[in-house]
T-cell receptor, first 114, second 115 residues
């Protein structure tokens, strides 16, 4: 069975602070994909990043960075110098390449205050 | 636009009635997913279609739920004899998934309220 845990239900920071959203996953598959999605107040989920299980290289995209550690089954997401527009619910997801099923975490609600 | 569209955007129904929710995926996307999102909750996987293969129905919560995808494109999620606990936002997503897993593009959802 697959499981994705986002232990932080809600996080509140002040603008310009750095914030890290945690994601821990469980799977028996050796090949899988991990995703982060953002759901702003408008409601539609937006893709942020995809990482496959064989690529542990960390990635930076502007103010966003991701730390994938297979040894600890974690795929954490850091926002540097947060902005009010970063306020949203962020979901981590695990995709089973064999069955095609995606398992989402319960999401972390990030509030960035001015 | 060329995104995923869903209809209706809102649906209010009485307990016991049947409802049909529609999803138009992005043209050319082979994979289509249905999820349910209850208020303040994460996404609950319901069903997955990939090309012409038999769908993965492992997430459907009961036999009152069914889905079909006609011609590898439009999909309809049907809920029979709706119950109040069916109230949620139903999200559809599609992805290209040709040879490698790609990101899912989500529709705006259908908000279902069962009175």
């Amino acid at each position: 069975a697959q499981k994705v845990t986002q232990a932080q239900t809600e996080i509140s920071v002040v603008e310009k602070e750095d914030v890290t959203l945690d994601c821990v996953y469980e799977t028996r598959d050796t090949t899988y994909y991990l995703f982060w999605y953002k759901q702003p107040p408008s409601g539609e989920l937006v893709f942020l990043i995809r990482r496959n299980s064989f690529d542990e290289q960390n990635e930076i995209s502007g103010r966003y960075s991701w730390n994938f550690q297979k040894s600890t089954s974690s795929f954490n997401f850091t926002i540097t110098a947060s902005q009010v527009v970063d306020s949203a619910v962020y979901f981590c997801a695990l995709h089973n390449t064999n069955a095609g099923k995606s398992t989402f975490g319960d999401g972390t609600t990030l509030t960035v205050k001015p | 636009g060329a995104g995923v569209s869903q209809s209706p955007s809102n649906k209010v129904t009485e307990k016991g009635k049947d409802v049909e929710l529609r999803c138009d995926p992005i043209s050319g996307h082979t994979a289509l997913y249905w999820y349910r999102q209850s208020l303040g909750q994460g996404l609950e996987f319901l069903i997955y279609f990939q090309g012409n293969s038999a769908p993965d129905k492992s997430g459907l919560p009961s036999d009152r739920f069914s889905a079909e995808r006609t011609g590898g494109s439009v999909s309809t999620l049907t809920i029979q004899r709706t119950q109040q606990e069916d109230s949620a936002v139903y999200l559809c997503a599609s992805s290209l998934d040709r040879g490698r897993v790609s990101e899912q593009f989500f529709g705006p959802g259908t908000r279902l309220t069962v009175l």
